[in-house]
């Protein structure tokens, strides 16, 4: 099975500080993605990545950046994180199978609180 | 720009009993594949079905069962002899097909929260 790994559940953090959010996959899985989860929003697309040192902006990339070294790595970080940035976080990966791309797999999502 | 609606914030159903949760979406494309989407409670989303738009057959998996509608760009998903390991949000996507410079971006519905109830 395909594991998607969110280094955090839980985190809680103050304003203004600069905050890194991990994930890992261990399939080899091209595509990578952020979302952020918000009630009656359904999940927000913040940015992804189809390679290694590959991103592209999703629908709000605003007050966050991206970062991706390694193939299995995918790193979303709030600059300077502001009490509207609060939320849940998740990361997901998928592959492109011959000419197409396959269903997403998620990580465990990490419920951020900006204080 | 494509649309995921899903008009129903919250369902309930008694367990054994089948309960169908509506999804809509806006799309110019014709060949794209839309997605239901399951999160249990504090725990992690897995797919729960896929169909795929240039396929007529409606897709099933067990308990689970779509009525795709392309025409009218509908989508709804129908879990038949419900259970209690069927409490969950449920979330509707849509995802373009790969020959239209698609990179695997999910575009999702709000999210129908459903209660089974013993």
């Known amino acids: 099975d395909v594991k998607v790994t969110q280094s955090s559940r839980y985190l809680v953090k103050r304003t203004g500080e600069k905050v890194f959010l991990e994930c890992v996959q261990d399939?080899?899985?091209?595509?990578m993605f952020w979302y952020r989860q918000d009630p009656g929003l359904g999940l927000r697309l913040i940015y992804f990545?189809?390679?290694?040192?590959?991103?592209e902006k999703g629908d709000i990339p605003e007050g966050y950046s991206v970062s991706r070294e390694k193939k299995e790595r995918f790193s979303l970080i709030l600059e300077s994180a502001s009490t509207n940035q609060t939320s849940m976080y998740l990361c997901?990966?998928?592959?492109?199978?011959?000419?197409?791309?396959?269903?997403?797999?998620f990580g465990d999502g990490t419920r951020l609180s900006i204080l | 720009a494509q649309t995921v609606t899903q008009s129903q914030p919250e369902m309930s159903v008694q367990e054994a009993e089948t309960v169908t949760l509506s999804c809509t979406y806006d799309?110019?494309?014709?060949?794209?594949?839309l997605f239901w989407y399951k999160q249990p409670p504090s725990r992690q989303m897995i797919l729960v079905i896929r169909?795929?738009?240039?396929?007529?057959q409606n897709a099933t998996e067990n308990r689970f069962s779509v009525n795709f509608q392309k025409a009218a760009k509908s989508f709804s998903l129908k879990i038949s002899d419900s259970q209690l390991g069927d409490t969950a949000m449920y979330f509707c996507?849509?995802?373009?097909?790969?020959?239209?410079?698609?990179?695997?971006?999910?575009?999702f519905g709000q999210g129908t929260t459903l209660q089974v109830k013993p």
């Open positions: 997901a990966s998928s592959i492109l199978q011959g000419a197409d791309n396959q269903p997403q797999h």
């Open positions: 399939m080899d899985h091209e595509n």
């Open positions: 990545s189809y390679d290694v040192k590959m991103k």
């Open positions: 799309t110019s494309e014709s060949n794209y594949y």
């Open positions: 169909q795929e738009a240039y396929k007529q």
């Open positions: 996507a849509f995802m373009k097909h790969a020959g239209s410079s698609n990179t695997g971006k999910l575009i």
